[in-house]
């Protein structure tokens, strides 16, 4: 028996610890990951919504445009403000100096 042979027999073994800890890997959809436990209501729905913003998917880039929208909408008011507020103090400015 060859070296390749043998290697591929303890790949293949049962008793191997790599093995063994490869057939217990922690799966991504979270098999065989740590304690069991209930899965409650809120964590159901934390995971779905997750999903649809594509965290676990991997899907970041749509998740960092929303992100970022949600960021700018919140900022346009200010901004906005900061704009009509400065060209209504010079309009106030150029009223009363005309007088």
């Keep these: 028996m060859n070296y390749i ?16 800890d490869q057939k217990n890997a922690t799966m ?3 098999e065989n ?3 069991k436990k209930q899965k409650t209501i ?23 445009d ?3 929208a949600l960021a ?7 901004i906005l403000g900061l ?3 400065i060209r209504l103090i010079i309009r106030i400015r150029e009223l009363t100096e005309a007088n």
Excluded: C, W
């Excluded at 042979?5 to 790599?18: A, F, I, L, V």
């Excluded at 649809?52 to 899907?59: A, C, D, E, M, S």
């Excluded at 700018?72 to 200010?78: D, E, I, K, N, Q």
């Design 33 to 35: 990951s740590g304690p």
């Design 42 to 64: 809120p964590y159901i729905v934390m995971v779905g919504v997750l999903e649809y913003l594509g965290v676990i998917t991997k899907r970041i880039d749509y998740l960092t």
């Design 72 to 78: 700018f909408a919140s900022l346009l008011p200010f």
């Design 66 to 68: 929303i992100i970022v």
């Design 28 to 30: 991504l959809n979270g």
């Design 5 to 20: 042979e043998e290697h591929y027999k303890k790949q293949n073994s049962t008793d191997n610890p790599r093995m063994h």
């Design 83 to 85: 704009l009509f507020g």
